[in-house]
């Protein structure tokens, strides 16, 4: 009797149906049909929500987890509130990279002294995003909206000169790290040489043009020997695909310099280290092994060499960053249409005093209380090369460059934002 009951939920529509049996089980089919393509078209949903736009897994946009979406009166009004100057002579700074180690101190600082700021970030995957949405919260705290976008993203930037006509662009955001370019070399194309060019596109067509200032690297000396760098030095012989694609980045910067009449300053940065650093850079992922207890590789030049680098504090870097923004002249040029000659400069930033890696993790032990388990290693041919020192004698003549934190003074101030951030280290970085 049971099954009579079902017989009068079916539709009263004879001969299109078989004997109740059959209908219950068409029924149970019909249900079951249902629920798969529900769960079909959730997954499908779920695909195209989270998943890269490529499913080509050398592809660098592959680790930008999602399509962005920007654009409607209330992002608009977010973007030129965010990048209204709060001061009489002050500047309006796009800031690409905001979200990154050095985009997000240069980003607040900006903030703090009345300039209006509107930063931009992809929030890939190279590290760790959960630290990039951390930096982004304090920016936003402090009044900086970041915009999720890549430079890749030609509407995207056009949009916003529409929207704010910025006088400076800091360009921070690139796929950085020296030995990661053998895993994904595209991905240095990608941010380093297509990214900056689109960049360049969008800044030397906006009206009035922006001054850019960028971040080269310390990596473009490659295997010269003759030290300390200097900007009059040669840098022809990079020996990461990471120091060839900053380098191209200095030889575009002079071709639409040249053409385009847009005022551009690069500089190399020399190591940066810091509180809210980069965990795929030594001095962050020895503090977490070392407070794991697992040991490190530190490396080694050939009969024993010393591997050093110039280690540079991060607000020394932030403070030649601003000496940069406030020394850059105008572009010259306005709506892709050079005017005359403009200024095209490249400084380095470091702090002069290179320390061996070996005791940058005597610092480490010293500060974290526990003795490292250290493993020595001959530096890998990966990209490294073994000694970087800065010399910064025209940052500081024409910037006000003049760095005040040693290595052991800034690593204090890392390891206690580190101790904190993780929970004592017991929460691990990633
Ligand atoms: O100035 C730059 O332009 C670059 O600086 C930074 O590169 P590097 O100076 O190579 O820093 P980082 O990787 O922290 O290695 C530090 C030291 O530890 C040694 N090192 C490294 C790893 C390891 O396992 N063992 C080791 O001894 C290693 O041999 C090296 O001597 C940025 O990452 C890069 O994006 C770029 O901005």
């Given at each position: 009797?049971?099954?009579?009951?079902?017989?009068?939920?079916?539709?009263?529509?004879?001969?299109?149906?078989?004997?109740?049996?059959?209908?219950?089980?068409?029924?149970?089919?019909?249900a079951k049909l249902a629920f798969w393509s529900l769960v079909f078209v959730g997954l499908i949903f779920i695909f195209f929500y989270r998943s890269p736009v490529s499913s080509n897994p050398a592809d660098p946009s592959r680790r930008s987890?999602?399509?962005?979406?920007?654009?409607?009166?209330?992002?608009?009004?977010?973007?030129?509130?965010?990048?209204?100057?709060?001061?009489?002579?002050?500047?309006?700074?796009?800031?690409?990279?905001?979200a990154g180690f050095v985009g997000t101190h240069v980003s607040a600082a900006l903030k703090r002294r009345g300039d209006g700021v509107l930063g931009l970030d992809n929030f890939n995957?190279?590290?760790?995003?959960?630290?990039?949405?951390?930096?982004?919260?304090?920016?936003?705290?402090?009044?900086?909206?970041?915009?999720?976008g890549d430079?890749?993203?030609?509407?995207?930037?056009?949009?916003?000169?529409?929207?704010?006509?910025?006088?400076?662009?800091?360009?921070?955001?690139?796929?950085?790290?020296?030995?990661?370019?053998?895993?994904?070399?595209?991905s240095y194309v990608h941010s380093n040489i297509a990214g900056f060019v689109n960049l360049l596109e969008v800044c030397k067509s906006a009206n009035p043009q922006p001054a850019i200032v960028w971040a080269s690297s310390s990596s473009v000396y490659g295997l010269n020997t003759k030290v300390p760098f200097s900007e009059k030095d040669r840098t022809d012989q990079p020996a990461s695909l990471y120091a060839a694609t900053k380098k191209a980045g200095e030889e575009i910067a002079h071709t639409y310099n040249h053409i385009y009449g847009l005022s551009l300053t690069g500089l190399r940065f020399f190591t940066v280290y810091g509180?809210?650093?980069?965990?795929?850079?030594?001095?962050?992922?020895?503090?977490?092994?070392?407070?794991?207890?697992?040991?490190?590789?530190?490396?080694?030049?050939?009969?024993?060499?010393?591997?050093?680098?110039?280690?540079?504090?991060?607000?020394?870097i932030v403070k030649g960053c601003l000496g940069a923004l406030d020394t850059a002249e105008k572009s010259t040029g306005s709506g892709g249409k050079k005017r005359g000659a403009a200024q095209l400069r490249v400084f380095n930033l470091g702090n002069t005093s290179p320390v061996p890696v070996t005791d940058l993790v005597t610092i480490l032990e010293r500060l974290l209380k526990v003795k490292a388990k250290r493993n020595i290693m001959k530096l890998p041919r990966n990209g490294?090369?073994?000694?970087?020192?800065?010399?910064?004698?025209?940052?500081?003549?024409?910037?006000?460059?003049?760095?005040?934190?040693?290595?052991?003074?800034g690593l204090k101030k890392f390891a206690r934002w580190y101790l904190g951030y993780y929970n004592g280290g017991k929460k691990a970085a990633s």
């Open positions: 009797m049971k099954q009579m009951s079902h017989l009068d939920d079916i539709p009263s529509t004879p001969g299109k149906f078989k004997p109740y049996f059959h209908r219950t089980r068409w029924q149970s089919s019909v987890l999602r399509t962005y979406s920007w654009g409607g009166p209330a992002w608009e009004k977010r973007v030129r509130s965010s990048a209204r100057v709060r001061t009489r002579r002050g500047f309006s700074v796009l800031v690409t990279g905001a995957d190279y590290y760790d995003p959960s630290l990039k949405r951390a930096r982004q919260a304090l920016l936003e705290r402090s009044g900086v909206f970041v915009v999720e430079i890749n993203d030609a509407a995207l930037l056009k949009k916003l000169f529409e929207v704010v006509p910025f006088t400076h662009v800091m360009h921070l955001a690139a796929q950085a790290g020296v030995r990661y370019a053998m895993e994904n070399p595209s509180p809210w650093g980069r965990p795929d850079m030594a001095y962050f992922f020895f503090t977490r092994d070392i407070l794991k207890g697992k040991a490190i590789s530190i490396f080694e030049g050939v009969n024993h060499g010393t591997v050093a680098r110039d280690f540079t504090y991060i607000d020394d490294d090369v073994q000694f970087t020192h800065a010399n910064i004698s025209s940052a500081q003549r024409e910037l006000g460059y003049k760095p005040t934190t040693d290595l052991q003074t």
